[in-house]
């Protein structure tokens, strides 16, 4: 998607139970790898659900990528049990790159800066 004329990769695991979120966890990699440049990332994880098992997973498949090729993240839909996921995932992307919305609108614009 574009916003403001930065391309952003949406991500929506909205709904997902633990082990469903594993494949679009592994394509969203795969997109970040396969990108000639920095990528900035909006991921809705509303009414999601992780297992400490998935939060392993992506540390082990993102880990060094992920601070290599991500430009920014904003997550949304963050709430309750998936702040622990949010704060795992802060610790393997950079926290000086991710950051939580209350909603898309606030998290394509600052994608967008």
């Known amino acids: 998607m574009e916003h403001k004329g930065r391309k ?5 695991y909205r ?5 469903e979120v594993l494949q ?3 394509g ?14 909006l991921g809705n994880i509303g009414d999601a659900w992780v297992s400490p098992a998935v939060m392993k997973e992506t540390k082990k498949l993102g880990g060094t990528i992920l601070r290599q ?7 949304v839909g963050v709430t309750g049990v ?3 996921f949010f704060n795992a995932y802060v ?3 950079g926290k000086d790159t991710v ?3 209350p909603g898309e609108k606030e998290a394509l614009d600052w994608l967008a800066e």
Do not use: C, H, Q, W
């Open 8 to 12: 952003i990769l949406y991500v929506d």
């Open 15 to 19: 709904e997902l139970g633990s082990r």
């Open 24 to 26: 679009p966890i592994s």
């Open 28 to 41: 969203t990699i795969d997109v970040v790898i396969a990108s000639p440049g920095p990528v900035r990332i």
């Open 69 to 75: 090729k991500l430009e920014k993240t904003a997550v």
């Open 82 to 84: 998936m702040n622990v």
């Open 91 to 93: 610790a393997v992307a």
């Open 99 to 101: 950051r939580k919305f």
